[in-house]
C-alpha cells in the first residue's frame, strides 16, 4: 500500500501566499502523474493543477498565473505554491497520484486527507 500525505494549509489573507506540500510514502515503485484537487464548502472536488512523471503542468483556468504545481521524483515530494490568495480559494486542497506499487502491479489513484486553505478578506 502507498498513502500520500498534505500539509501547509491555513488561514492566510487575502493576497497572501502558501505552500502546500504532498509526500508519498510506503510501497512505491513508480508513481505517474500526480496532482491538486479542491473541494470548497457545497461544491464539488475540482481539478486544480496537474504535473506527469516528467514535469509537464496542466492549471485550471481559475489558478492560471497563481498557482505552481512541482515534483521531485527522488522525493517522491510533489508541492503546490499558491500566491495571490483569494477568498474563492478557500476549500480543502487534496493531492493524487497514480502509483504503481510493485512490477506488476497495475497504476492506481491513490488520495491524501486533504488539507484546508482558508482566505480571509
Known amino acids: 500500500q502507498a498513502q500520500l500525505m498534505e500539509s501547509g494549509g491555513g488561514l492566510v489573507q487575502s493576497g497572501g501566499s502558501l505552500r502546500l506540500s504532498c509526500v508519498a510514502s510506503?510501497?512505491?515503485?513508480?508513481?505517474?502523474?500526480m496532482g491538486w484537487y479542491r473541494q470548497a464548502p457545497g461544491k464539488e472536488r475540482e481539478p486544480v493543477a496537474i504535473?506527469?512523471?516528467?514535469?509537464?503542468?496542466r492549471y485550471a483556468d481559475s489558478v492560471k498565473g497563481r498557482f505552481t504545481i512541482s515534483r521531485d521524483n527522488a522525493k517522491s515530494t510533489m508541492w503546490l505554491q499558491i500566491d495571490s490568495l483569494k477568498p474563492e480559494d478557500t476549500a480543502v486542497y487534496y493531492c493524487?497520484?497514480?502509483?504503481?506499487?510493485?512490477?506488476?502491479?497495475?497504476?492506481?489513484?491513490?488520495w491524501g486527507q486533504g488539507t484546508q486553505v482558508t482566505v480571509s478578506s
Open positions: 504535473i506527469t512523471s516528467d514535469s509537464a503542468t
Open positions: 493524487t497520484a497514480a502509483i504503481k506499487t510493485r512490477f506488476g502491479v497495475p497504476f492506481r489513484d491513490y
Open positions: 510506503g510501497s512505491i515503485n513508480r508513481i505517474n502523474d
